[in-house]
């Protein structure tokens, strides 16, 4: 850990002395070269030439934080064997950047080496990052070079690239016009409402509620008149909606950068665990094992600010609420946050507009009505008992992260049917807590059970029977209740014989070619699903409309259906990635799946968002206009229908070659 600290140390120290100094990276030209050396063995060389007055830095064990030359692959397969090594001797130097110590340097003409070994197919080309120290005695620079090396004797067909854009597919001119129904994009006032409701909640945490009282009597004090306390009021009340609103700026600039960015990042497996981890680590403060603070310098630096009686001081109280509540809020905005990620930046403004709001309308009501605060419950027990049931939740809602992260890498380690279980222990546990058998932490024995907790007991043991079904082998309930949250039906810990046998499937998944090649024989149209293992809507629309008989049977009957996941993390075999070029000239590496599938639904469709069904024909032409999300059967059934009438229509000339 320490040398981590010390290395970024050293990396932020550069970026802040070339911002201060004006200095730019010394600019090399390298070369790279591959040279085979026995069975799937080969020599890799990085060459360039430095200018005068500047040297890289080799291996320098006796400098913490200072690493020697590194080369990464991108190909997982190949593995270095030694290396790296350097062309020429190194000479030493006491420099005075790492406070005189003897460093190993080259200068003028230099190349490094690593041997390599590569277990199977050797790919076409060799592609990687060289990281590399730099320096001339004044300014220190991390360099990452990228690098693309073709390996003698392995050549590429074309037939080996998979195709992404296909001309064909014309998305202003289908062949009809009919079902035509527009994109159905998630509605940002539902997520607003989800955020007011996620804020709702926040205000009856045990860090929330106190406050709303102690708040406005202090701008009701400290205001020489009731005039002025409600223009504090709510100021207040604005700048708390601000503050949560400014959360999502950052994501509006990300945004900029590539239309699956949100999608890329919600689904990360890495990203997933550690929210799986974070929302564990809150429900154990919660059951009161622990308390979070912030740091109290972050704390007592906003509120010395907050003294202040003018725009500032208020901006700073509300700062102050915002940190020092954070440890009930955090939570609960988290899964706002991670909810809303993969519609984009707009969606998660909404999202936390909803929340800021909800905050902040006791503060900016009671100042406008003080009168109202004498009708606002005491803190007491009560709260904690709000506190003790969120954790329950909490724990729940993790499971989804970690369920997240097990579909899209296929680890098979939660099953649906496993996560139902867990999800029964959790309920069965809000049950015992409700009822005074469990006890956790600052409870005390023979503690009353309040009528609320004993309800809130009651609807723990209703929802774990409502569970207990699909947990057991046999014909699946769909559970509409939960529909998009437990793993999909398919991903069972049960033999596929077992369940339910009219459960629609794709003829192929993640294989459009085979899937085209049934269409093409089979003279069906093919209906393309682009979805992901933690689609929330795709499950509700497999779940709750292809489960239909009417739906499930027409699409069996008179199409090719081919599921693509576009979060599928399994890696592309080394033939079949290369690096494509966007409609907007951007590179991109296609090394999985999801890359190709993500990217293909880009190129073609226009969207990046999930679920879309896309009909086309044998010759790749788009039947008619592709849809999203669409929970009316009769709707999706109509077009469903259309696509097929308007494909037998062009059925001739299509086998005329038409």
């Not at 007491?380 to 709000?386: E, F, H, I, N």
């Not at 269409?519 to 509700?540: E, M, Q, Y």
């Amino acid at each position: 850990m320490k040398k981590i600290i010390v290395k970024l140390a050293i990396i932020l120290a550069a970026i802040v002395t070339a911002s201060f100094t004006g200095q730019t990276q010394p600019v090399l030209k390298w070369g790279f070269s591959c040279k085979k050396t026995g069975p799937s063995a080969y020599n890799i060389k990085a060459m360039a030439t430095l200018p005068n007055g500047w040297y890289v830095y080799g291996i320098n064990n006796n400098v913490e934080g200072l690493t020697p030359p590194a080369f990464k692959f991108q190909y997982e397969k190949v593995h270095i064997e030694s290396g790296p090594t350097f062309g020429s001797f190194a000479a030493a130097l006491k420099d005075p950047l790492f406070e005189g110590k003897s460093t190993n340097i080259y200068k003028g003409n230099i190349s490094i080496s690593v041997q390599v070994a590569v277990d199977g197919i050797v790919p076409p080309d060799f592609k990687g990052t060289l990281t590399i120290f730099a320096s001339n005695g004044k300014e220190f620079y991390p360099m990452d070079v990228d690098f693309q090396i073709p390996v003698a004797g392995v050549a590429r067909s074309n037939a080996d690239q998979p195709q992404i854009r296909i001309a064909s597919i014309d998305l202003q001119s289908p062949i009809s016009g009919c079902g035509g129904y527009t994109m159905e994009k998630k509605s940002l006032l539902a997520i607003f409402l989800l955020g007011f409701a996620g804020g709702l909640i926040a205000l009856l945490t045990p860090c929330v509620f106190p406050i709303v009282p102690l708040t406005v009597s202090f701008f009701t004090k400290a205001s020489p008149n009731r005039k002025v306390a409600i223009k504090n009021g709510m100021v207040f009340g604005l700048f708390i909606f601000l503050i949560y609103i400014l959360m999502s700026v950052p994501f509006h600039i990300l945004g900029n950068v590539n239309p699956e960015i949100f999608n890329t990042i919600s689904t990360n497996a890495w990203l997933n665990l550690a929210f799986f981890t974070i929302f564990i680590f809150f429900a154990l403060s919660f059951f009161g094992f622990f308390e979070i603070t912030l740091p109290s310098s972050v704390v007592n630096k906003t509120d010395e600010k907050s003294s202040i009686t003018n725009l500032g001081g208020i901006f700073f109280m509300s700062l102050t609420l915002a940190v020092v509540s954070f440890s009930c809020t955090g939570p609960i905005l988290g899964s706002l946050l991670v909810g809303s990620l993969s519609g984009g930046a707009w969606p998660l403004t909404a999202g936390l507009a909803g929340f800021g709001i909800a905050l902040a309308l006791p503060f900016t009501v009671f100042a406008i009505f003080p009168g109202m605060l004498k009708s606002l419950p005491k803190s007491g027990g009560w709260l904690d008992t709000v506190k003790k049931v969120l954790a329950f939740i909490e724990v729940a809602l993790a499971l989804k992260f970690l369920s997240n992260a097990d579909l899209v890498m296929h680890w098979g380690v939660l099953k649906r049917e496993v996560f139902l279980i867990t999800w029964i222990v959790i309920a069965l546990g809000l049950a015992m807590y409700s009822f005074g058998i469990l006890r956790l932490p600052h409870d005390y024995k023979g503690q009353k059970s309040s009528i609320g907790r004993k309800v809130i007991g009651i609807i723990a043991l209703v929802f774990a029977a409502y569970l207990i079904p699909g947990a057991l082998p046999g014909d699946k309930t769909n559970m509409q209740l939960l529909s998009g949250f437990p793993p999909p039906l398919t991903y069972s810990i049960y033999n596929k014989s077992v369940g339910d046998n009219s459960r629609l499937e794709a003829n192929v998944i993640n294989d459009y070619e085979k899937a085209l090649k049934l269409s093409d024989s089979l003279h069906k149209p093919l209906l393309i699903d682009f979805t992901g293992w933690a689609c929330v809507n795709c499950r509700k629309m497999e779940e709750n409309v292809w489960s239909q008989s009417a739906v499930n049977t027409y699409i069996k009957e008179n199409y090719i259906l081919v599921s693509l996941y576009v979060d599928d993390r399994a890696k592309l075999p080394v033939l079949e990635r290369f690096t494509f070029e966007t409609k907007d000239k951007n590179k991109k590496d296609i090394l999985t799946y999801g890359d190709r599938w993500a990217t293909f639904e880009a190129e073609n469709f226009g969207q990046v968002s999930q679920p879309l069904y896309a009909i086309v024909d044998n010759k790749q032409r788009l039947v008619n206009n592709p849809i999203g999300y669409t929970p009316s059967v009769h709707e999706y059934l109509n077009w469903l229908k259309c696509g097929k009438t308007t494909f037998n229509g062009t059925l001739a000339n299509n086998e005329d070659g038409k």
